[in-house]
T-cell receptor, first 117, second 110 residues
Framework: GAVVSQHPSWVICKSGTSVKIECRSLDFQATTMFWYRQFPKKSLMLMATSNEGSKATYEQGVEKDKFLINHASLTLSTLTVTSAHPEDSSFYIC?????????????FGPGTRLTVL | EDQVTQSPEALRLQEGESSSLNCSYTVSGLRGLFWYRQDPGKGPEFLFTLYSAGEEKEKERLKATLTKKESFLHITAPKPEDSATYLCAVALGGWGKLQFGAGTQVVVTP
C-alpha cells in the first residue's frame, strides 16, 4: 500500500515553455501533498504544501507565479513550472501524507527529472 | 531554529560490518521523526516513523531508535544492496511538513 506515482519521469523542454508534472496517490486519499526539489548530491528542499480544494502554501523564497500548484482531488496534485529557464532544471519529487498510517508519514513519488535547454 | 543534522556524511562498510548512523535534532515540539532510504535518481523510500523517546522499530537488517535529542539507524550485517543514502526528517508545523537532514551516503562493499 501507500504508493505514489509521478508523471512524467523525465522531461526536456525549451526555455520559455511551461511543463506540468502530475502526482497521484494510487491506493489512498491524500488531503495533503508536498512538492520538493532536489539538487545533485543535496537533500530535499520543500517547495510547497498542497491541500485539496485550497491554495498551496509556498515556502519562503519559492516563486508562486513560477511554480503553480493545483490539488484538484484527493488523489491528484499538479506542479506547473511556467516559463521555464535552465536554472529550473532539477529533480522534482512529490509526496503524499496518508492519514490512515498514523498522521504524518509521507510517501514519496519516484521523482521527475526536468531539463530546460 | 529547527535543525536536523546527520552524521557521518558518508560511510563505507565491508559486507557484514555493522554500524550506526546518527540524526540529531533541535525542534520545538517533535511530531515525528522519519527515516527514508534514497537510491540515485529515485524518490525516498519510507523506512520508519518514530514518535516518542525510547521507541524502537526494526525491519530486516535495520533498526531505528529515538531519544529526546537524537535518533540512530543501526545497520546489522549489511549487504551490498543496503548501499544508499539514508535520510532523516522531522515533521513540523500544522501540516506536518518535513525538514530533512543532509543524509548519510552508505556504501557496502562485498
Amino acid at each position: 500500500g501507500a504508493v505514489v506515482s509521478q508523471h512524467p519521469s523525465w522531461v526536456i523542454c525549451k526555455s520559455g515553455t511551461s511543463v506540468k508534472i502530475e502526482c497521484r496517490s494510487l491506493d489512498f486519499q491524500a488531503t495533503t501533498m508536498f512538492w520538493y526539489r532536489q539538487f545533485p548530491k543535496k537533500s530535499l528542499m520543500l517547495m510547497a504544501t498542497s491541500n485539496e480544494g485550497s491554495k498551496a502554501t509556498y515556502e519562503q523564497g519559492v516563486e508562486k507565479d513560477k511554480f503553480l500548484i493545483n490539488h484538484a482531488s484527493l488523489t491528484l496534485s499538479t506542479l506547473t513550472v511556467t516559463s521555464a529557464h535552465p536554472e529550473d532544471s532539477s529533480f522534482y519529487i512529490c509526496s503524499a501524507r496518508d492519514p490512515g498510517q498514523g498522521g504524518d508519514t509521507q510517501y514519496f513519488g519516484p521523482g521527475t527529472r526536468l531539463t530546460v535547454l | 531554529e529547527d535543525q536536523v543534522t546527520q552524521s557521518p556524511e558518508a560511510l563505507r562498510l565491508q559486507e557484514g560490518e555493522s554500524s550506526s548512523l546518527n540524526c540529531s535534532y533541535t525542534v520545538s515540539g517533535l511530531r515525528g521523526l522519519f527515516w527514508y532510504r534514497q537510491d540515485p535518481g529515485k524518490g525516498p523510500e519510507f523506512l520508519f516513523t518514530l514518535y516518542s523517546a525510547g521507541e524502537e522499530k526494526e525491519k530486516e537488517r535495520l533498526k531505528a531508535t529515538l531519544t529526546k535529542k537524537e535518533s540512530f539507524l543501526h545497520i546489522t550485517a549489511p549487504k551490498p544492496e543496503d548501499s544508499a543514502t539514508y535520510l532523516c526528517a522531522v515533521a513540523l508545523g500544522g501540516w506536518g511538513k518535513l525538514q530533512f537532514g543532509a543524509g548519510t551516503q552508505v556504501v557496502v562493499t562485498p
